[in-house]
């Protein structure tokens, strides 16, 4: 439902930038038939500016700011953290940054605009942040300035990477198609069984599926209920309630194409609010759509040292949107508390007959 009457993107833009538009900018841009990177960037010359970098270069200055909030998301999740970048590694277009609260993975092929953005809302004040945009405007991760970041490094950052076109707009690529997987009837199942049996490590789970060219749910569908099974949609409130309860350690997996952000550690505050789940601690915040969950799945994958036990949500498309499982150190067994809880989850044969009956 549109909530906003704007004619243009620069229009859209200067009332959103002063906090007097309704939604948020990925909905305004949507209503205008834009991605959230061309709104973004009707405001280049105003309060924004175009940045022009090797990325890997910026990213492995961000250290400078001090403390900052960084935000990934995707269509069904949002996923925020507070702390202070470092531990940078760039390999080509591949980069990781593991800082404690701050821990990424990062695919920068997929990184096309980056912008510094100023924002003045009347309940959030003054806000300052980069922003960053896969090739076709999708946005794949920001950092924001907190009360406790480095302005004037900010600044000098800004200087460093300015572009010298600071002309509004953007050149947007369409989005890339979806890969191409074989057909289940074509997927030599019990060579795909027999492997995944095989793995040693958890990191050799994608290569698995690449190797048989079938995608995640798929995977998931036809290896059978040894290693994966089907679960009750309501099956993440659970999950979060008991965690919550029990003062467990997990991790919070949510992707994008260009970027992975991850939490561990134990949480705390869950609130439910019409269709959103959300996580409301101090330095972790995690804003879910119950609504969009198509399918949860638990999902065992064997390692040198048992199993790891994963939560994955898919949405109505199977893509896959959020992963959760159990804090594990390199070389560690998986905790017993974490696989005792994630077991312990409703399966949706059960839900399914509940609802039968």
């Avoid at 925020?80 to 940078?88: I, L, N, S, Y």
Wanted: aromatic share 8%; glycine share 8%.
């Amino acid at each position: 439902m549109t909530q906003n009457n704007f004619k243009t993107a620069d229009e859209a833009w200067s009332a959103f930038s002063a906090g007097e538009a309704k939604g948020y900018a990925v909905d305004i841009a949507a209503e205008l038939g834009l991605t959230e990177g061309e709104l973004v960037a009707a405001g280049i010359g105003q309060n924004v500016t175009r940045l022009d970098a090797d990325w890997g270069d910026l990213i492995s200055r961000l250290e400078e700011l001090g403390e900052v909030k960084i935000l990934t998301r995707n269509v069904n999740v949002v996923h925020e953290k507070t702390g202070t970048f470092g531990a940078v590694s760039i390999n080509g277009e591949m980069g990781l940054v593991l800082n404690g609260d701050i821990d990424l993975r990062l695919f920068l092929g997929r990184w096309g605009h980056g912008f510094a953005v100023e924002t003045h809302n009347p309940r959030a004040g003054r806000r300052r942040s980069f922003q960053f945009f896969d090739h076709d405007g999708t946005a794949i991760h920001k950092v924001f300035l907190t009360g406790h970041s480095n302005e004037a490094a900010y600044d000098i950052l800004i200087a460093d990477f300015k572009a010298e076109n600071q002309t509004p707009g953007i050149e947007t690529l369409p989005p890339l198609p979806k890969p191409v997987t074989r057909k289940d009837g074509d997927v030599d199942v019990e060579n795909l069984r027999a492997h995944w049996r095989r793995m040693t490590d958890v990191h050799q789970f994608h290569g698995l599926l690449k190797d048989f060219n079938v995608d995640r749910q798929q995977g998931l569908r036809l290896v059978g209920e040894e290693f994966a099974e089907r679960l009750s949609n309501d099956a993440l409130k659970a999950l979060l309630e008991t965690a919550a309860k029990s003062d467990l350690s997990i991790m919070v997996f949510v992707g994008n194409s260009g970027a992975i952000q991850i939490h561990t550690g134990p949480i705390n505050t869950i609130r439910e609010m019409g269709d959103w789940i959300n996580i409301m601690d101090p330095s972790f915040t995690l804003h879910l759509r119950m609504d969009l969950i198509a399918q949860a799945w638990i999902v065992r994958k064997p390692i040198r040292e048992g199993q790891v036990t994963t939560v994955e949500l898919y949405d109505a498309e199977l893509n896959n949107f959020v992963i959760f499982c159990g804090e594990r150190k390199p070389k560690d067994p998986e905790n017993p508390d974490w696989q005792k809880l994630a077991e312990g989850l409703p399966r949706y044969s059960s839900a399914a007959a509940k609802v039968a009956e």
